[in-house]
């Protein structure tokens, strides 16, 4: 069943928790779970919900010097001349949240998105992290903010802050478990397709091969294969440990 919210007004009802149902309330009290598990959890109702940005920055990243934007809730379109930096903003929200330059299809090195005549960029995106599937609330608050910073030579580092501005974590494996948690796969050619990427699944010129890459990034089969890939790995470094540590039991029996 789904959660319902109780609204705080001054005729209090229940009704299903959706969205479009209590714009009108200045607070509701949304329940999760059933029988005597129930969890309670007072939110804005005009929340946004956790995982949609709200606000990319962006410093001597490609055209953009000192630029801001700000998301709506539900759709935002960016227009703008060729040239204006509509996509490079999209590819600074991937470098942002961790999609390297290959998988952009901008060769091999991040420094490349540096502004030309500058030492570094800065990306600074803004999630929210409201709602009762929020990532760890009592630590970050109501908005996350990734940071990330690139050199010339590539080089760079994370920093994930809170919503006073205080950093939280600065290693890539918190990045993804935020990632995860609010399914923000920006590197998912479906979730973020790119000029290039929509020129490979729809021009006749294209062949099966591309396509087919294509569809197993999409599908994130490519993902499982290689998580597949790495669990096997780690079973033979396992097994060739164990086989070691026998055969050292074995020896130290044996001088007995």
Same mark, same amino acid.
């Given at each position: 069943?789904?959660?319902?919210?109780?609204?705080?007004?001054?005729?209090?009802?229940?009704?299903?928790?959706? *969205?479009?149902?209590?714009?009108?309330? @200045?607070?509701?009290?949304?329940? =999760?779970? !059933?029988?005597?598990?129930?969890?309670? #959890? $007072?939110?804005?109702?005009?929340?946004?919900?956790?995982?949609?940005?709200?606000?990319?920055?962006?410093?001597?990243?490609?055209?953009?010097?000192?630029?801001?934007?700000?998301?709506?809730?539900?759709?935002?379109?960016?227009?703008?001349?060729?040239?204006?930096?509509?996509?490079?903003?999209?590819?600074?929200?991937?470098?942002?949240?961790?999609?390297?330059?290959?998988?952009?299809?901008?060769?091999?090195?991040?420094?490349?998105?540096?502004?030309?005549?500058?030492?570094?960029?800065?990306?600074?995106? *803004?999630?929210?992290?409201?709602?009762? @599937?929020?990532?760890?609330?009592? =630590?970050? !608050?109501?908005?996350?903010?990734?940071? #990330? $910073?690139?050199?010339?030579?590539?080089?760079?580092?994370?920093?994930?802050?809170?919503?006073?501005?205080?950093?939280?974590?600065?290693?890539?494996?918190?990045?993804?478990?935020?990632?995860?948690?609010?399914?923000?796969?920006?590197?998912?050619?479906?979730?973020?397709?790119?000029?290039?990427?929509?020129?490979?699944?729809?021009?006749?010129?294209?062949?099966?091969?591309?396509?087919?890459?294509?569809?197993?990034?999409?599908?994130?089969?490519?993902?499982?294969?290689?998580?597949?890939?790495?669990?096997?790995?780690?079973?033979?470094?396992?097994? @060739?440990?164990?086989?070691?540590?026998?055969?050292?039991?074995?020896?130290?029996?044996?001088?007995?």
């Amino acid at each position: 069943e789904a959660p319902y919210v109780e609204m705080s007004m001054k005729a209090t009802k229940r009704v299903m928790a959706d *969205t479009t149902n209590i714009k009108e309330a @200045e607070e509701v009290s949304v329940v =999760v779970g !059933g029988g005597g598990n129930n969890k309670r #959890r $007072r939110v804005n109702a005009n929340y946004w919900k956790a995982g949609f940005i709200r606000r990319i920055h962006i410093e001597n990243f490609m055209k953009h010097k000192n630029f801001t934007i700000e998301l709506g809730q539900n759709v935002t379109f960016i227009s703008g001349k060729n040239g204006s930096g509509k996509s490079a903003t999209l590819q600074a929200l991937q470098c942002c949240l961790g999609v390297t330059a290959k998988q952009m299809g901008r060769g091999s090195k991040l420094g490349s998105f540096v502004r030309r005549g500058c030492a570094s960029a800065l990306v600074v995106v *803004t999630v929210s992290n409201e709602g009762p @599937e929020a990532f760890k609330p009592e =630590v970050y !608050g109501s908005s996350i903010s990734v940071e #990330r $910073r690139i050199d010339t030579k590539g080089g760079g580092r994370f920093v994930i802050r809170n919503e006073n501005g205080k950093e939280v974590g600065k290693q890539k494996w918190e990045l993804n478990m935020l990632l995860d948690h609010l399914n923000l796969m920006v590197a998912n050619p479906c979730v973020v397709t790119t000029q290039d990427i929509a020129r490979t699944f729809l021009s006749g010129d294209t062949d099966d091969s591309s396509r087919y890459k294509l569809f197993m990034k999409a599908t994130m089969l490519e993902q499982v294969k290689e998580n597949l890939a790495g669990t096997a790995l780690t079973i033979n470094k396992m097994k @060739e440990l164990l086989t070691l540590k026998e055969k050292e039991v074995n020896k130290k029996l044996g001088e007995f």
